[in-house]
């Protein structure tokens, strides 16, 4: 994870042309982000983040500094409204890069859509709906 984030915010495996147009990020109503095709800029910190049942992730590079950090949590439980994959990845970059504190307004792991937020919930597929 530690390579594919530098490999990701560089670009190593795809075409110079290709890694422009994943740059180009559409601003957010956040400061300092950004979001590109596959790929976000949060204070300078480039990569992108998941979930899955149990398991959340993070995977982010800084090119100013050429620092990389991954961080893996085998839950999805929120604490206090928010992913603590965001909560982990804030408080490290407060520590390690103060100048480029990874920070988001909170996200509460409640924001998965289709196949899984129903059997989470208890929902029935029909009382989805279009999720």
């Avoid at 422009?20 to 095709?37: A, D, F, I, Q």
């Avoid at 790929?39 to 992108?48: P, R, S, T």
């Avoid at 998941?50 to 999805?76: K, Q, R, W």
Wanted: hydrophobic share 35%.
């Amino acid at each position: 994870m530690r390579i594919r984030a530098r490999v990701l915010v560089t670009g190593t495996l795809v075409t110079p042309a290709t890694q422009v147009e994943r740059l180009k990020m559409s601003p957010s109503n956040l400061p300092n982000t950004g979001y590109g095709p596959g790929i976000f800029d949060v204070e300078g910190w480039i990569g992108h983040n998941g979930s899955l049942p149990g398991y959340e992730s993070l995977v982010i590079h800084l090119p100013e500094s050429e620092a990389t950090l991954v961080v893996l949590l085998n839950t999805d439980t929120d604490y206090q409204g928010s992913e603590p994959s965001l909560l982990f990845v804030e408080a490290i970059t407060r520590v390690v890069t103060p100048q480029h504190i990874h920070t988001l307004p909170a996200q509460p792991a409640g924001r998965r859509t289709g196949w899984w937020a129903g059997r989470r919930s208890g929902c029935s597929a029909r009382q989805l709906g279009d999720q």
